[in-house]
C-alpha cells in the first residue's frame, strides 16, 4: 500500500518517541453565556497497533478533545493551551496547508452519526474516491476504482452494485462501514473513532468494533476509541483514560482501571451500571448528574458527587493532579492511594 | 393486498382472564402508496405481525429488538395513538381497541407512556407545573383547579425534584431531571400501566442509574405494571420480571428475566445476547459470540416462514417453508424456532 506523500509521512521517528503526544491541552468556547472549559489540561500518548480509549459521559471533553487534534477546532472554540505532537512534530505550530496534508492522510476520523457525516447529495463511491482525488491528485475514475476496492475491505456486500447508491440507501451499519473506508482510505497512522458504534443495534455494533479490530491488525494503526460504554472499553482497549469534566481523571491499563479503579469516579460508574450477566438488585447509582463546563466546581470537579470526599480539604480546596499511584497507574484523586488499599493493591510509599 | 389478520401460530387468542392486560394477534401495517393524485396502494409494512402477550399486575414486561423490530409501534398502538390493524388488547377484559371515544379517554387515565427524549417530550414554553398539571386539565375529576399546583408540586417532590422549581421551564434542567418530570406526569392520573419507551436510552451513564431506581421505587409504591422497551439488554434484565424478544414485527421468544438470558433457546435471542458488550476485560475473547452477517431484511417484503432465517446459521429448507410457532420447546418457555436449543450466550459472573 502506498503511503502519503506529505512531509510528515518520512520522518523518521526514533523509538523512545510516541507516535502521538498530547501535552498540557487545553481547549476552550468564548460563548455570550461564558467560557466554555471543555478541556482542562490533558496528557496522553498513543502508539502504533495500540487502542487507547477515552472513556466518558457527555461534555466530558472527550469528543472535543479529539476534534483539536483533528485541527477541526473553530471559533468561537480556541485551543488555549498544550502541544500535540504527532512523531515528535507539534501540529499545532504547522501552517495551514501542512496540517491539511495530515488531516485524513495521517490521522483520520470517524464520526458517531454516519447519517449525518456523510454528504446526502453525492453517492458514497464519490465521498470516498474524493479522498483520492483531494490528497492524491487521481483522477476520478481511478478514485472509483480504490473506493469499490475499499468498499470491499470494509465487507459491503455486492460493492460493485453500491458504489454508485446515496447515504440514504444504507442501513446505519452500511453507512458506518461507508465512513470507517472513508477513514482509512489513505491509510492512516491514526485512527479516531468518536462513538463508531453508539447509534447502532448491539448486533450491528459488534459487527463495526469487530471490523475495526481486524483493520487494525491488518495496518497497525494507532486507535483512538471515544466512547461512554465500559462494556466496548473493556473488550477492545488497551489502556483507557477515563475523563471527567474536561481532565483525565484516570489511566492506566484496561485491565487495571477493570479490576481495581483507583478514581472514585471510574470506581462509581462501574457500580452504577446494570451488568447483562447479573440479575436484578439495587442500582447504586452516583448522585447528582455531570457538571455544566461554565461552572466547574472548585477543587476536585467530582467532589460535589464523591462518597469519599473530604469537604472542604482538600477536596473543595485543592485540585489533585493526575499521579502516578502505582507504575503505569495514574488518578487524579487525593485519596487514591486509600482507595487502591481498600482493593487490596500495593501502592508506593507516601 | 390483503392485511395479514391472523395471530402469530402457537400464540392463544383468547385473552387470559387473570392478566391486567392480554394482548393478542395485534397487527399493525403501515400502508406503502405510489403516485400523487391517485394513490395506490402497493404494499405495506408489516411493522407488528400477530403479537401476543400478557402484562400482570405490578409486573414489568421487557420488550427487545433491534431498530424496526417494531417494538415501539406496540406501545403506540396499545395507547391507541396507531390504530391497529388487526387484534385486540383487553385491559380489564375491556378490548381496549374496539372503545369509542369517551371510553377510551377514560382508557387513556389507566394507561400512560414515557417517552425516550426529555428534550422533546416537554414543551419549551410551558412550566414544568404546567407540563405535570396538563393532564387534569383534561381529567377535571382527578384534580380541581385549585389543588392543581400543590398535587404538581407533590408529583415533583415523589420523582426527587424540588419542588420550589414549578415554575422552571425544561431547559433550566438536566437530561436525568428532565426524564424524572415525564415520569411525573405519567403518575398525575395514577396510571396501572406505564409503557416506558427507552426511558434511560438518551441519559448519561451515570444518570440512568437513579432513572430505573425511580421507576422501580415507583412502581413498589404505586403498584404499577410497566412494558419497558428498550435496546439496552443490559437495563432490561435488571428491571423485568418477563422479557419478550422482537424481531422483524413478531415475537421470537418469550420468559422469565432468567429463562431467557441464562437458558436463551431461539438463535436470534443468542445472537443479540452474545453481542452485548460485558465491562470485564478478563472475559475478552474468551465468550460465545455469534456475530450475525447482513441486516435486518425489510419489513414491506419480509422472509416467508421464519422471518430470522436469511441471517440464520440454522437455516434449512423447512424455515422458509413453514412458520415456526411460538411454543415451548427446549424450556418451558415459548420460543419460535424449528431447531430451537439452549446456547448459554452469557458468561456467568465473575
Known amino acids: ?350 | 393486498m390483503k392485511a395479514e389478520t391472523q395471530a402469530q401460530p402457537g400464540t392463544p387468542t383468547e385473552p387470559n382472564p387473570d392478566a391486567l392486560l392480554s394482548v393478542r394477534g395485534l397487527v399493525k401495517n403501515f400502508p406503502l402508496t405510489q403516485g400523487v393524485l391517485f394513490r395506490k396502494h402497493i404494499g405495506d409494512v408489516q411493522a407488528v405481525s400477530g403479537v401476543a402477550f400478557d402484562l400482570h399486575k405490578g409486573e414489568t414486561l421487557g420488550l427487545v429488538g433491534e431498530s424496526g423490530c417494531g417494538k415501539s409501534t406496540v406501545a403506540r398502538v396499545l395507547l391507541r395513538l396507531y390504530e391497529p390493524t388487526a387484534g385486540q388488547a383487553y385491559f380489564k377484559g375491556r378490548d381496549v381497541f374496539s372503545l369509542g371515544r369517551r371510553d377510551l379517554r377514560q382508557l387513556r387515565r389507566e394507561i400512560q407512556i414515557i417517552f425516550q427524549d426529555p428534550y422533546s417530550s416537554l414543551n419549551p414554553r410551558m412550566t414544568v407545573g404546567d407540563i405535570v398539571a396538563e393532564p387534569w386539565a383534561i381529567h377535571r375529576d382527578v384534580a380541581s383547579r385549585r389543588e392543581r399546583r400543590t398535587r404538581a408540586q407533590d408529583l415533583l417532590e415523589r420523582v426527587g425534584l424540588n419542588p420550589d422549581h414549578v415554575n422552571r421551564y425544561p431547559h433550566q434542567f438536566s437530561g436525568g431531571q428532565r426524564q424524572r418530570i415525564g415520569v411525573a406526569r405519567a403518575l398525575a392520573l395514577n396510571p396501572e400501566i406505564i409503557i416506558c419507551d427507552e426511558p434511560v436510552s438518551a441519559l448519561d451513564v451515570s444518570v440512568q442509574a437513579q432513572v430505573v431506581n425511580l421507576l422501580e421505587d415507583l412502581q413498589d409504591e404505586f403498584g404499577l405494571s410497566y412494558i419497558f422497551i428498550a435496546h439496552d439488554l443490559s437495563v432490561v434484565r435488571h428491571i423485568s420480571d418477563r422479557v419478550a424478544v422482537m424481531y422483524l414485527g413478531k415475537i421470537v421468544e418469550i420468559g422469565d428475566e432468567e429463562e431467557i438470558y441464562e437458558h436463551p433457546a431461539h438463535p436470534y435471542t443468542q445472537a443479540l445476547l452474545s453481542a452485548v458488550p460485558v465491562p470485564d476485560p478478563k472475559l475478552r475473547g474468551k465468550r460465545d459470540r455469534i456475530i450475525l452477517t447482513g441486516d435486518v431484511p425489510s419489513p414491506a417484503d419480509p422472509p416467508s416462514g421464519c422471518r430470522f432465517r436469511t441471517r440464520c446459521w440454522k437455516a434449512q429448507p423447512i424455515c422458509g417453508q413453514k412458520e415456526p410457532a411460538l411454543t415451548p420447546r427446549s424450556r418451558l418457555h415459548p420460543d419460535a424456532c424449528h431447531f430451537s436449543e439452549v446456547r448459554e450466550v452469557v458468561p456467568v459472573e465473575s
Open chain 1, 1 to 350: 500500500m502506498r503511503k502519503a506523500r506529505t512531509a510528515l509521512a518520512d520522518i523518521e521517528f526514533g523509538p523512545s518517541q510516541h507516535l502521538l503526544e498530547v501535552r498540557e491541552l487545553a481547549v476552550e468556547f468564548n460563548t455570550d453565556y461564558g467560557n466554555v472549559h471543555a478541556v482542562n489540561g490533558i496528557n496522553y500518548t498513543l502508539d502504533a497497533g495500540e487502542t487507547l480509549a477515552i472513556l466518558g459521559e457527555s461534555g466530558s471533553g472527550k469528543t472535543v478533545s479529539a476534534l483539536a487534534i483533528m485541527g477541526l477546532i473553530d471559533r468561537p472554540g480556541r485551543i488555549a493551551e498544550g502541544q500535540i505532537l504527532y512523531k515528535g512534530i507539534d501540529l499545532l505550530t504547522l501552517p495551514t496547508a501542512e496540517r491539511r496534508s495530515v488531516r485524513g492522510a495521517e490521522i483520520a476520523m470517524i464520526f458517531q452519526d454516519a447519517l449525518s457525516a456523510l454528504n446526502p447529495v453525492f453517492s458514497v463511491g464519490d465521498q470516498i474516491a474524493e479522498m483520492f482525488v483531494v490528497h492524491r491528485g487521481m483522477s476520478k475514475k481511478e478514485g472509483m476504482r480504490k473506493a469499490l476496492e475499499l468498499m470491499d475491505r470494509v465487507r459491503i456486500p455486492s460493492a460493485k452494485e453500491r458504489l454508485h447508491d446515496y447515504p440514504h440507501q444504507f442501513s446505519g451499519g452500511m453507512r458506518q462501514r461507508v465512513m470507517i473506508a472513508i477513514g482509512i482510505s489513505l491509510d492512516p497512522d491514526i485512527l479516531i473513532a468518536d462513538e463508531p458504534s453508539t447509534a447502532l443495534d448491539v448486533t450491528v455494533q459488534a459487527q463495526i468494533m469487530e471490523l475495526l479490530k481486524s483493520l487494525q491488525e491488518e495496518t497497525q494503526m494507532g486507535l483512538i476509541l471515544i466512547t461512554h460504554d465500559l462494556g466496548v472499553v473493556a473488550e477492545v482497549g488497551d489502556k483507557v483514560c477515563v475523563m471527567y469534566a474536561g481532565k483525565i481523571v484516570e489511566k492506566a491499563s484496561v485491565s487495571d482501571v477493570y479490576e481495581s479503579p483507583a478514581h472514585p469516579y471510574t470506581e462509581r460508574l462501574m457500580n452504577s451500571i446494570p451488568r447483562v450477566n447479573q440479575k436484578g438488585g439495587r442500582l447504586d447509582p452516583i448522585k447528582g448528574s455531570p457538571p455544566s463546563l461554565m461552572n466547574i466546581p472548585h477543587g476536585c470537579p467530582f467532589h460535589p458527587r464523591c462518597p469519599r470526599a473530604r469537604i472542604p480539604d482538600p477536596c473543595r480546596s485543592e485540585v489533585p493532579p493526575l499521579r502516578e499511584v502505582v507504575t503505569n497507574r495514574l488518578s487524579a484523586c487525593h485519596f487514591a492511594e486509600e482507595l487502591l488499599a481498600e482493593e487490596g493493591v500495593e501502592v508506593f510509599a507516601t
